[in-house]
């Protein structure tokens, strides 16, 4: 298992297996992003009402402030993140180490100003943007370093200042107290694949200042499931009511955490 997403997504082709293979139409991946994005657009709609609360119901659409929140998505791949919340952010920024993911964004249609980061070194600066703000992080924290994690929550941190700033939304995608942990076998002493459990995921969170207030899981089956004739509607029913069942998350195999910066 190669860490190292810098070097792993520096060539086309593993970018296109990415975005055309694993997450082809009816996949196990494909699945999870389409009940993230119904989540996610459902999230910001709630949480950034385009109306203040002080505002006048007798004023024009034209004359309300725009309270959408502008979105920092690290660590953007090919975009999907941003994808997912098209017409409900007043403007995205995608940031990424591998410029072949920026374009292949470009290409499938991400309507976002696209920031190649370098994989280290000093903490990127986010973009300038007033008003409220939403930072997301997906497919990334899983299979990275603790260093590469720490800077992804110090540009997080960044970002969001203060607990009025806004959201932090992040994915672990391989929960350590889930199904999938049975089916860690070990060769050498490691594991063949990696997990991250809610304490770790709270850990460093409270580690650059933000408390997790939300919490869903968007699959409860294992992506063998998924790939087996007769079993994937089954995975499809059991994974669709999971993730609008409150509790389920604790056991999920995909996990979304919503933060917020603690007060200083």
Not at 1 to 23: C, I, L, P, S
Not at 34 to 61: G, H, I, K, M, T
Not at 101 to 106: F, G, I, T, V
Request: hydrophobic content about 35%; charged content about 25%; glycine content about 8%.
């Amino acid at each position: 298992m190669d860490t190292n997403y810098a070097r792993v997504f520096q060539h086309t082709g593993a970018v296109d297996k990415y975005e055309h293979v694993t997450y082809a139409p009816g996949s196990y991946a494909s699945r999870i992003n389409e009940r993230q994005r119904a989540y996610l657009r459902a999230l910001v709609r709630r949480s950034f009402p385009n109306q203040r609360p002080d505002q006048r119901p007798d004023q024009r659409p034209d004359q309300r402030p725009d309270q959408r929140p502008v979105q920092h998505d690290f660590a953007c791949g090919t975009g999907r993140a941003i994808r997912s919340l098209h017409g409900l952010v007043r403007e995205a920024h995608g940031y990424d180490t591998s410029t072949d993911m920026l374009a292949k964004a470009a290409e499938v249609g991400t309507r976002a100003r696209l920031h190649a980061i370098p994989a280290d070194g000093p903490v990127p600066q986010p973009a300038p943007a007033d008003g409220p703000t939403l930072v997301t992080m997906f497919r990334l924290l899983l299979n990275v370093d603790d260093t590469v994690r720490d800077r992804a929550l110090a540009f997080a941190a960044k970002a969001l200042p203060d607990p009025g700033a806004g959201l932090l939304v992040i994915e672990n995608h391989g929960n350590a107290n889930s199904l999938r942990h049975l089916r860690a076998h070990r060769l050498r002493g490691q594991r063949w694949f990696a997990e991250l459990s809610h304490d770790d995921v709270d850990r460093l969170l409270a580690r650059h200042g933000f408390e997790t207030v939300e919490r869903r899981g968007f699959s409860m089956l294992t992506q063998g499931w998924y790939e087996r004739r007769g079993l994937d509607r089954i995975a499809r029913g059991v994974d669709s009511a999971a993730s609008v069942l409150p509790g389920t998350d604790r056991y999920a195999v995909n996990v979304v955490y919503v933060a917020r910066r603690l007060p200083r």
